[in-house]
């Protein structure tokens, strides 16, 4: 490539990384215009420039959806206890609902074994050595 268009291309492009976004369309049509003045066989050797450009972007576009994918996994974690399904957002330990909540531990296992945390709301899980669970809510002391 004519070393006069490389300077062009990477000017161009250390101008749009730098840029303020009200600055981005005149730097478009800037070198919009610059390219179609160009003549066939110039435009024949920045060719493999803006294959290089599309191939970064389709390779980015890649790895941004593969990290929203991820996310979604991330996002989306659930426990099967006794063929039930239950979203772990809304359960913590007793030792971190007790921290969330400024309580005692001993005070929400009180609570536990006085019913006034409905059973329901309880979740012990005998492959995870008996944890407890408790649904992270707030629960009325009569």
């Known amino acids: 490539m004519d070393e006069t268009l490389k300077e062009k291309l990477d000017h161009y492009i250390s101008a749009m990384k730098n840029a303020e976004k009200p600055e981005v369309a005149k730097l478009r049509s800037e070198f919009s215009n610059w390219y179609y003045g160009l003549s066939e066989q110039e435009r024949g050797q920045v060719e493999p420039f803006w294959k290089g450009i599309k191939e970064a972007a389709r390779q980015s576009i890649k790895e941004i959806k593969d990290l929203i994918n991820e996310i979604k996994r991330l996002d989306d974690v659930k426990i099967v206890v006794a063929g039930d399904e239950y ?46 669970l408790i649904k992270n809510e707030i629960y009325l002391v009569s």
Do not use: C, E, F, M
């Open 87 to 132: 979203d772990l957002h809304d359960w913590v330990t007793i030792s971190n609902y007790s921290r969330l909540h400024n309580l005692k531990v001993s005070r929400v296992q009180n609570w536990i074994s006085r019913g006034v945390v409905p059973r329901d709301k309880v979740l012990a899980i005998p492959q995870l050595n008996n944890v407890k």
